[in-house]
Structures are given as C-alpha cells and as structure tokens.
C-alpha cells in the first residue's frame, strides 16, 4: 500500500501520497471496485489546502502526515484518520478550530491537537484505535472521549454528543430540530435546525456546511462525486 512506502515524506510529495493513500484504501472498500480519478481528486484538494496554510506560514510535520498514511494501511473506518494536523495552526486546546477541507490533516490546531466536534475546539490528540460498526441507540464514545466505533446499523446515524454518553442516533431531515451539523441528512445544522448544505462559491465556515464537504478560504470548493459503491473520503 502507497501509506507502507519507505521513502522520506517531503512536503513537495505529500498530496500524491496522501491521494495515493486515501485511495488505497477506498478501493479496498467491498463495493468499490473502481475510482479512476479517484488520486488527482483527492490531491487536488489537498493542494489547495496545502497552499493556503503555506500562505500563511505554516510548517509542515512530516511525522503527522506519516501516521495519517500508517492508519490508512490498517484502518477498516476513515474517521480513524481523525488526528494531528499537517500544517500546525496556532490554535491551543480549547480554543476553537478550522477544518478548511473535512480531512483531519488540515486543521488550525497547534502540534499535539486535534479538531473535534460541532463548533470545533482543539483537544489533545488520545491515541484512540479503531470500532465497529454501531446499532442506533448504542454508545459511541469511551469516557475519555475516544469513538467506540462508526454509527451505521441502521444507515444513516450519527454520534449524539450531546448525550450522557453519547449514542448513537438518526439523522433528521431539513428543517427539523438539530445540536450536531452530522445529524442532519444531507444539510447541515444551522441555530438548531437542520438547512439544505451551501452550493460550490458559497462563503463558508467549515468543511460539514458544504455539499463537497470541502471549505478552503471560506468558500465551498466544489462537488467531488464518488462512484457508486466508494466511500466518501471527505466524511
């Protein structure tokens, strides 16, 4: 797999790696026999993000970029990729965060941080390992935060942080009520309720209010399409 090559990361390759990794993966999927634009997609993405945070001076960690990859070769979910950004921002833990792209790599968190939640702030990387697939109703989080596995028995669920645990829950459709942008089916949440996501050229705010779940430089980049049968890689 692309995530087990041996040679050293450079910041000049780590869009194709990282392209080449997420789409291993992908096509490792039951039903995702074939991607075939699936690697200039996922680069194209990164390298716009990768721009913006080298605009704004931003250091890249090639040790982060590796253990993205490294979960990548193993992962049976992609929310395990959730982890330490790529470019540091100067964001602290419990400040909020940007995710400019719904990818993990790309977050204004400082080094040893990760962007979590609705309304984001940054809290320490907890080394969490992989899950299973969850009922509606199930937990889905450990006390200390870390995710037991991925809500999907009955598609589609999402994680309800806003429980004692959190469990598993429906999504909801527009214009019903809402605490988490993943609890509304195809929208997102906007004071409370659930609206229809922002086309490509909106202003946006974050990755999960855009229909191609990517915002770079505050505007929805646009629509990234995946065969029938793939994941989605921008989650």
Same mark, same amino acid.
């Given at each position: 797999?692309?995530?087990?090559?041996? &040679?050293?990361? /450079? *910041?000049d390759?780590?869009?194709?790696?990282y392209?080449?990794?997420?789409?291993?993966?992908?096509?490792?999927?039951?039903? !995702?026999?074939s991607w %075939?634009? !699936?690697?200039?997609?996922?680069?194209?993405?990164?390298?716009?993000?990768?721009?913006?945070?080298?605009? &704004?001076?931003?250091s890249f960690?090639?040790?982060?970029?590796?253990?993205? +990859?490294?979960?990548?070769?193993?992962?049976k979910? =992609?929310? *395990?990729?959730d982890?330490?950004?790529?470019?540091p921002?100067?964001?602290?833990?419990?400040?909020?965060?940007?995710?400019?792209?719904?990818?993990?790599?790309?977050?204004?968190?400082g &080094?040893?941080l990760?962007?979590?939640?609705?309304?984001?702030?940054? *809290?320490? +990387?907890?080394g969490c390992?992989?899950?299973?697939?969850?009922?509606?109703?199930?937990?889905?989080r450990a006390?200390?935060g870390c995710p +037991?596995?991925?809500?999907?028995?009955?598609?589609?669920?999402?994680?309800?942080?806003?429980?004692s645990?959190a469990?598993?829950a429906p999504?909801?459709a527009a214009?019903?009520?809402?605490?988490? %942008? $993943?609890?509304?089916?195809?929208? $997102?949440c906007?004071?409370? /309720?659930?609206?229809?996501?922002?086309?490509?050229?909106?202003?946006?705010?974050?990755?999960?209010q855009?229909?191609?779940r990517?915002?770079?430089?505050?505007?929805?980049?646009a629509?990234?399409?995946a065969?029938v049968? !793939?994941?989605t890689? =921008?989650p």
């Open positions: 797999m692309t995530g087990c090559r041996t &040679e050293p990361l /450079t *910041e390759d780590a869009a194709e790696r392209a080449g990794a997420a789409c291993a993966w992908a096509r490792g999927r039951d039903d !995702c026999a %075939d634009d !699936c690697e200039k997609t996922v680069s194209d993405v990164f390298a716009a993000a990768q721009a913006r945070a080298q605009a &704004e001076g931003r960690d090639a040790t982060c970029l590796q253990s993205h +990859l490294d979960v990548l070769a193993e992962a979910y =992609f929310y *395990e990729v982890g330490c950004s790529v470019y921002g100067g964001a602290q833990a419990g400040e909020p965060c940007v995710r400019e792209a719904a990818l993990s790599v790309f977050a204004s968190c &080094e040893g990760v962007c979590r939640g609705y309304a984001p702030v940054c *809290e320490p +990387l907890d390992g992989g899950g299973h697939g969850l009922m509606s109703g199930d937990p889905c006390g200390d +037991l596995g991925v809500c999907d028995r009955p598609e589609p669920s999402y994680c309800d942080a806003t429980q645990p469990v598993c999504v909801v214009g019903e009520a809402c605490t988490d %942008d $993943y609890g509304c089916l195809y929208g $997102y906007e004071a409370g /309720t659930c609206v229809a996501r922002l086309a490509a050229g909106e202003p946006c705010a974050r990755a999960s855009c229909a191609s990517v915002c770079v430089a505050g505007t929805c980049a629509e990234i399409a065969p049968g !793939c994941p890689l =921008f």
